[in-house]
T-cell receptor, first 110, second 111 residues
Framework: RKEVEQDPGPFNVPEGATVAFNCTYS??????FFWYRQDCRKEPKLLMS???SGNEDGRFTAQLNRASQYISLLIRDSKLSDSATYLC???????????FGSGTQLTVLP | ETGVTQSPTHLIKTRGQQVTLRCSSQ?????VSWYQQALGQGPQFIFQ???????GRGNFPPRFSGLQFPNYSSELNVNALELDDSALYLC??????????FGDGTRLSIL
């Protein structure tokens, strides 16, 4: 079983739609959680941190449920520029390394 | 402020060869981590160097080795290349193992 598992995707949604990504993690000792965005053939970039209290940044809302080891990302009013792969990430271990899920590909259609 | 730079951008090798990938960390950063991203997968942690010492290692064989220099730049060496080593290799630097900044990556193809 992978340490971080995500929805398989791909997600194809029309502009303006609301889309939700889910993720589960298996290592309860993980310290922090993030969503990263990765454009085709580019490096991953931090989208936002995820907290139990929730975290909202404009159209993006992330939520962590430590009891069920579940992480979510909600994107409202999708834009064409939101098309990318979204990676769920847990931080932990002796090196405080990042453990990535396999990613979910989102395509926003005009 | 200079970001993380990696070289080369692309590289083609054949099975059995050896390769060295390079990473210059962002100014003020003393920690470098390397990740391997195969096609269709998320990045996987290879190892981390903190103040020139290996500080942690993922599930990669010993033919993956690394080095960090006094200026905190780093190298990733892979010996006896295999077809499955074809991937995007990402370097990420941070200050005192904090939030990392990723470089653009080196795309390695093994023929």
């Amino acid at each position: 079983r992978k340490e971080v598992e995500q929805d398989p995707g791909p997600f194809n949604v029309p502009e303006g739609a609301t889309v939700a990504f889910n993720c589960t993690y298996s290592n309860s000792a993980s310290q922090s959680f993030f969503w990263y965005r990765q454009d085709c053939r580019k490096e991953p970039k931090l989208l936002m941190s995820v907290y139990s209290s929730g975290n909202e940044d404009g159209r993006f809302t992330a939520q962590l449920n430590r009891a069920s080891q579940y992480i979510s990302l909600l994107i409202r009013d999708s834009k064409l520029s939101d098309s990318a792969t979204y990676l769920c990430v847990a931080l932990g271990g002796s090196a405080r390394q990042l453990t990535f899920g396999s990613g979910t590909q989102l395509t926003v259609l005009p | 402020e200079t970001g993380v730079t990696q070289s080369p951008t692309h590289l083609i090798k054949t099975r059995g060869q050896q390769v060295t990938l390079r990473c210059s960390s962002q100014s003020g950063h003393n920690t470098v981590s390397w990740y391997q991203q195969a096609l269709g997968q998320g990045p996987q942690f290879i190892f981390q160097y903190y103040r020139e010492e290996e500080n942690g290692r993922g599930n990669f064989p010993p033919r993956f080795s690394g080095l960090q220099f006094p200026n905190y730049s780093s190298e990733l060496n892979v010996n006896a290349l295999e077809l499955d080593d074809s991937a995007l290799y990402l370097c990420a630097s941070s200050r005192d193992r904090g939030q990392p900044t990723f470089g653009d990556g080196t795309r390695l193809s093994i023929l």
